[in-house]
């Protein structure tokens, strides 16, 4: 089966977009996976839950994804050493079966997989036809992880689903990038008062709330009073200033 070739030390992030990254090479291939028609039902197969035929371990493997079950020949995953189905192959005992899977059924060899089902028929698709596509309908890192725990690499996604995942990967890192920036400052300010124990930290913590409450205590009232007083004053003598007899004394005494 053809598959998309892999530069020598690719490491599928998407962090770099520049042009000497080795995504901008593998983007502007023009090179497409061509399916393989007609052998998707020999390379895998949907078996229903009342389906109870044994399987035989040495040529094909029963799996459940989310309670959907998979009778996969091991050929089809012969080019996939790396990936988790294929581990599988090389377990000699339960312990080492329960640290791929969930759960493991001796009686009818039925491995299972507490995970997303969706993700999981668009992957075992890609392991049968060639086709790896980008789940509309599922968050970008959520697809992403399904990816990684299953042993696919992002390099194998078509051109056009490769540069949607990455855009929104991108867009991802941004806005976590943002939240990030925010918390940050949140934090400086809440640890802004680094005196908060010493006498100087509280008296100034003192001052602050009775200046900006005046329900904060006796203190407070009497700031607020005080500075009512003030105004008050000073705008009865702004009005007394401007009357006319006022005006008249300060001119004689002026002019003499």
Same mark, same amino acid.
């Not at 012969?78 to 080492?96: A, G, H, N, V």
């Given at each position: ?86 581990? =599988? $192959?090389?377990?000699?005992?339960? +312990? @080492?079966? #329960?640290? /791929? ?7 009818? %060899? ?55 995942? =990455? $855009?929104?990967?991108?867009?991802? +890192? @941004?806005? #976590?990038? /943002? ?7 949140? %934090? ?67 002019? /003499?």
């Amino acid at each position: 089966m053809p598959m998309p070739s892999r530069e020598p030390g690719l490491h599928p992030r998407y962090h770099h977009y520049a042009s000497h990254s080795p995504w901008s090479q593998l983007l502007s291939s023009p090179m497409e996976t061509p399916s393989i028609k007609g052998l998707y039902y020999r390379r895998v197969r949907k078996v229903g839950a009342l389906d109870a035929s044994p399987v035989d371990l040495k040529k094909e493997i029963l799996i459940n994804v989310g309670g959907r079950r998979y009778l996969l020949p091991w050929s089809t995953l012969d080019q996939f050493p790396l990936s988790r189905l294929s581990k =599988l $192959r090389l377990c000699r005992s339960y +312990e @080492e079966i #329960a640290q /791929l899977c969930d759960d493991y059924d001796e009686d009818s %060899q039925e491995f299972f997989f507490d995970r997303s089902p969706s993700a999981f028929g668009v992957i075992v698709s890609f392991l049968a036809a060639g086709k790896l596509v980008l789940l509309q309908e599922m968050c970008a890192l959520s697809f992403q992880e399904e990816l990684a725990y299953w042993g696919i690499e992002e390099a194998h996604l078509e051109r056009c689903c490769l540069r949607k995942l =990455l $855009r929104k990967l991108e867009e991802l +890192e @941004e806005l #976590a990038k /943002l939240h990030r920036e925010e918390a940050l400052q949140q %934090q400086r300010g809440a640890h802004r008062p680094t005196s908060q124990s010493s006498r100087w930290g509280l008296c100034m913590n003192r001052l602050r709330e009775m200046v900006e409450n005046p329900q904060s205590g006796l203190p407070g009232k009497v700031f607020a009073c005080l500075s009512i007083l003030f105004v008050a004053t000073t705008a009865v003598s702004l009005c007394v200033s401007t009357m006319p007899d006022l005006r008249a004394e300060e001119d004689k005494v002026s002019v /003499l």
